[in-house]
């Protein structure tokens, strides 16, 4: 569960929609108790939405919209023009609801 940090980037392959968007978590602060201070910790994750998600979400989520996702965390690793290798780990959404 999280709010949205980008309106969503939506293209097409093969004419399948495909949506992007980030999406920030954060866990609060805390008092352990031992007396120690958990900072608040805010993460950031790449979602991908395909088909009826994605029209969903062109339709309806913006940035700053809050949702609740589901889905399978994939890790993908490729190389640049300058044989530089680069890793991104994504969550490919299974279930979504947009919450107030």
Do not use: C, F
């Amino acid at each position: 569960m999280g709010n949205v940090g980008t309106d969503p980037e939506i293209r097409y392959v093969e004419k399948r929609p495909v949506a992007s968007l980030r999406l920030a978590t954060t866990e609060r602060a805390r008092k352990l108790q031992n007396g120690t201070v958990v900072p608040e910790r805010t993460e950031w994750h790449n979602i991908v939405l395909w088909d009826r998600h994605a029209e969903l979400a062109e339709k309806y989520i913006r940035k700053g919209s809050r949702l609740l996702i589901e889905g399978k965390i994939r890790t993908r690793v490729w190389e640049d023009r300058n044989t530089l290798k680069h890793t991104i780990t994504e969550i490919y959404v299974d279930n979504i609801d947009l919450l107030k």
